[in-house]
């Protein structure tokens, strides 16, 4: 490999404070690329997509794991290949006018028989009743594979991989026992250290310490699904495109006659606004395949290219609202002299009589007797909820015994629960866990529901009268019958939940007291990482951050548009087809807008590593998922301090914001 190739792997895949590769790392690189024609930066996004497959923290660039990634791009590749075989092949079966000639001696022409004659052996496949079985499949279930139409098994097939070595590894990693973890209760991550964590009190109160409000339009979310419009659609587009410009104008103080359309060859400076696109529909974004959207009011809805020459510091991603100063001199592309700044929404801020009132409320009811307002405890965990291999739901019954131990006064849980991307789920074939008193032949999804989630929320009700429990679906829940993004929020009444559930839509803006919270648990980082496009010196160089940044400037829990592509994401345990995606339904994307304020906590669950960030005043927090495909995960536990006003505050009396990144600690804990 060239020197060139070399520094491009060092790169990529060194972790500082190392610049170079180990060399028997580097050859085991370096084989992957040669022995498959890849790339440097085709390996390190398949490199990423690996690492979120393992989902752990624990995958380090070593030489075992570099052979495992290895052997996983290998079967990747061969199965791949093989599926497109496959493909190729059905559809020469398929072929309209293809009827078979010069069949062998005694042979089924129309395969009427399926070889179950033994003189007539299948042309396929002589003295094999291989072919019959491929015929028979078309008839059988989708989500289950060959091999398990060939055998009968009490067990998915899923729970067995080809991959899985006798010392109990799969791809290079072991898998754990919930019952043997380690470094439990330890702090991945700590912000605002300095701040106290919070003392469980003798007793849970009588009443809640926290009050719940939605700052949604919950009835707007009961859509009805795959109904959408394409008309509504664009609509819906355009509308941004312009409450963006107008937003500008006003922002930076431009007369209208500033404004002007990028597709339009003039030799005058104009600014442009527009959504960011590709020239590609099924391409990832790159600079050279920039584009600008306009909207039909400003520029008849036409697209040009985007050149950058003069702009180093840019970040950009589809579907990203931009206002853009430049020329299109020549009437084929617009060259960019300047990026404009969005406006960010103003913080969320209270009257003096309000926080007051909620440091009373933090003080707990008469019988509590505490004259210092005692700090909320908030726990946040996100699913999946339990590993690839059991329904057990170790992990979430533990988050609720800390929960209860700790007398928290809120849990925040977002989906998915049932995962329809977990292998037991998908396949439906499983046992159920003793003592459910659940008849495995009359077992729906909800009633299995009830029994697994819904028992430890129950146990945690009964423990802790006064806890608020927030519940927030995802698109991949098997019980929720709303399929796309925005969605509704879970049937209640068939689950069988608690009076301190309170069930939520996704995504969702709240209030605990005086505190906003925003909410969403599709994994819009991950997708935002996978199609987003830098330049050599982009203005937030931390990875987490920016992508975390680029919600708070879109003013949108979704801004990415159109989202990643299935084909590209990472492929579930499950292995019955595409992973779900984000599911959007562009009608009803309005719904997936901020309100009048920025939320003083945004809690954005994902695969990624997971974090705590001070973002334009906003606590940005990635708990991770409470389980791992392969191992436990993290939660989040989050402690605000009561308010503490000045007075020169007192006396202006005017609104006081929240500063919650003074006044919050976040711990990112393993369970």
């Not at 250290?193 to 979310?221: C, I, Y």
């Not at 103003?346 to 505490?370: F, H, R, V």
């Not at 939320?599 to 973002?615: E, G, M, Q, T, W």
């Not at 000045?646 to 990144?661: D, I, N, Y």
Request: proline share 8%; hydrophobic share 35%; with cysteine.
């Amino acid at each position: 490999m060239t020197d060139q190739g070399n520094a491009e792997l060092n790169r990529l895949f060194a972790s500082p404070p190392d610049l170079q590769l180990p060399p028997d790392i580097a050859g085991e690189l370096v084989s992957i690329m040669r022995l498959h024609s890849l790339a440097p930066k085709e390996l390190f996004y398949k490199w990423e997509s690996y690492s979120m497959k393992m989902g752990s923290e624990e995958t380090k660039l070593d030489l075992p794991t570099a052979r495992a990634f290895k052997n996983d791009v290998q079967e990747m590749l061969e199965r791949e290949s093989r599926e497109k075989a496959h493909l190729r092949s059905a559809n020469k079966r398929s072929s309209v006018g293809s009827t078979p000639r010069n069949v062998t001696n005694g042979g089924d022409v129309f395969g009427m028989l399926d070889g179950l004659v033994p003189t007539t052996p299948h042309p396929q496949s002589r003295g094999s009743t291989k072919g019959s079985l491929k015929r028979k499949a078309a008839h059988e279930t989708p989500g289950s594979s060959r091999s398990e139409q060939m055998t009968f098994r009490s067990s998915p097939p899923e729970i067995t991989h080809s991959r899985e070595s006798g010392d109990g590894q799969a791809n290079g990693v072991k898998r754990i026992a919930f019952s043997d973890r380690q470094n439990t209760g330890q702090a991945v991550e700590v912000l605002n250290d300095d701040l106290s964590k919070p003392e469980p009190p003798l007793a849970p109160g009588a009443e809640p310490r926290v009050k719940l409000k939605a700052n949604t339009d919950l009835k707007k979310f009961s859509y009805r699904p795959m109904a959408m419009k394409l008309s509504e659609a664009s609509e819906v587009l355009d509308d941004r495109i312009d409450e963006f410009a107008a937003l500008i104008q006003t922002h930076h103080d431009l007369p209208p006659s500033a404004f002007g359309s990028a597709a339009s060859q003039s030799t005058n400076e104009v600014v442009a606004v527009g959504r960011i696109t590709s020239d590609a529909l099924d391409a990832k974004l790159n600079e050279a395949s920039l584009m600008l959207e306009t909207s039909r009011r400003t520029g008849a809805g036409l697209r040009v290219p985007l050149r950058l020459e003069s702009i180093h510091s840019y970040q950009f991603f589809p579907g990203q609202i931009v206002a853009l100063k430049g020329v299109n001199a020549s009437g084929d592309y617009f060259s960019v002299s300047e990026i404009l700044d969005i406006p960010l929404l103003p913080p969320a801020a209270s009257t003096i009589k309000t926080l007051d009132t909620q440091n009373e409320l933090l003080c707990g009811d008469a019988d509590a007797m505490e004259d210092e307002p005692r700090p909320l405890n908030i726990l946040i965990g996100a699913g999946p909820y339990t590993p690839d291999d059991d329904l057990n739901f170790d992990a979430l019954n533990a988050l609720c015994n800390q929960a209860a131990d700790a007398y928290a006064d809120t849990l925040v849980l977002t989906g998915p629960f049932l995962d329809i991307e977990h292998p037991l789920v998908a396949s439906g074939d499983f046992d159920l866990p003793a003592g459910l008193n659940i008849d495995p032949d009359t077992a729906t999804l909800p009633s299995i529901f009830r029994g697994l989630i819904g028992a430890p929320l129950r146990r945690l009700a009964e423990a802790v009268p006064s806890v608020t429990i927030v519940v927030i679906p995802s698109v991949r829940d098997a019980v929720s019958k709303h399929v796309s993004w925005p969605q509704e929020q879970l049937a209640r009444k068939e689950l069988g939940l608690p009076k301190q559930v309170k069930i939520l839509t996704n995504p969702c803006t709240l209030s605990l007291n005086e505190i906003v919270f925003g909410v969403s648990s599709s994994d819009v980082l991950a997708e935002l990482r996978q199609e987003e496009v830098i330049g050599s010196k982009p203005k937030t160089p931390n990875m987490l951050a920016r992508l975390s940044r680029h919600l708070i400037e879109q003013r949108h829990f979704f801004p990415l548009f159109p989202p990643a592509s299935r084909e590209r994401a990472p492929k579930p345990a499950a292995e019955v087809g595409l992973p779900t995606g984000a599911m959007l339904d562009t009608s009803y994307l309005k719904l997936g807008e901020w309100l009048n304020v920025r939320p003083d906590i945004l809690i954005l669950p994902s695969v990624l590593p997971p974090f705590a960030k001070i973002l334009e005043s906003v606590v940005v927090i990635n708990p991770g998922t409470l389980s791992k495909r392969k191992a436990p995960g993290t939660y989040a536990q989050l402690t605000v301090h009561a308010a503490r006003l000045t007075t020169e505050e007192r006396a202006e009396g005017k609104m006081v914001g929240h500063k919650l990144f003074e006044r919050g600690r976040v711990d990112i804990i393993r369970i």
